[in-house]
């Protein structure tokens, strides 16, 4: 049954999906949440597809690991989703909290290349570590007007690299995943071609930092986005990036298409 599933998914998203009839696979209420990010520009709600009947848990909420520095920002960048029209009633604002799930499309295979095994224990490296506060603590927003998204990180102990520093690989995954998910919102599924990286300032390990990024521009298939990690308060430039996405057919990670 759920092989059956993903060959169709892995069908319809390779012919996009456009005409899909999402209800067979997704219940109301998992359609619903997943799609609130995405919903003025559909066909990018592909990146949230997740075929399970229960709801999947959204991993950039506060947890006790948050500093009040993060939990400051979060409230922070919250506030701005909402807006009030003319008439002082609360309505939605540019801003979209973006969730975080443990694992994009669950039963993406990898194609030939990934045993059963290794499909079913599949994690998105980000959120592979369980421990709260252990490694990769973060919350995304994105800004469908501006077409820019601003990540509140906080660095855990694990990703050290030079002593009581972050390492340099840490903040590429995370200016990788954030840029990432913005050309993924504007484009649809992607990849990531380059991702140019140029560390300006040491990290302490514990910091709380923001990862703001914007498209530059989408040359058919190619879609660029400039990164700039900085301080919590945005006074010191710590990295910055320019990354290269190229669009994909999604059928191969189903398996589905060469
Ligand atoms: C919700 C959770 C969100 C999490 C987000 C996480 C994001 C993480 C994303 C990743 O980390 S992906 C993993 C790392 N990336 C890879 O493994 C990609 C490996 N490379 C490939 O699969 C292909 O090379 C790639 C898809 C990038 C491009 O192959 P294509 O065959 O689709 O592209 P093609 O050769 O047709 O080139 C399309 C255009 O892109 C250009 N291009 C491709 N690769 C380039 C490159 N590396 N540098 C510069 N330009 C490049 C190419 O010149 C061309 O330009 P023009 O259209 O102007 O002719």
Redesign the pocket.
Known sequence: MLGHIARRLGHQMSNGLKGMNLPHVLTKETHRHLQSPFDTICPVSM?SLWPFSGKPQDFSQPNSSWSPEMVRLYEHYNALCDAENENGEKKRGPWRKLPSYDR?IKYATGGVHLSKLVQAKAR?FTRCIEEEGAAFEYVAFLNKVEKTCVCVFQAGHLLEGAPGHLHGGAIATMI??VT??LA?YLSGPV????LNTNYRSPVPLGSVLLIHCALDRI????IFVNCKVTSSDESKLHTEAAA?F?S?NIGPLFGTQS
Not at 191 to 194: E, G, K, L, R, V
Not at 219 to 222: A, S, T
């Open positions: 990146m994009t998105l990788d995943t990432g998910t993924g990849m990531t071609a380059y040359e058919g298939k190619k290269l190229v994909i």
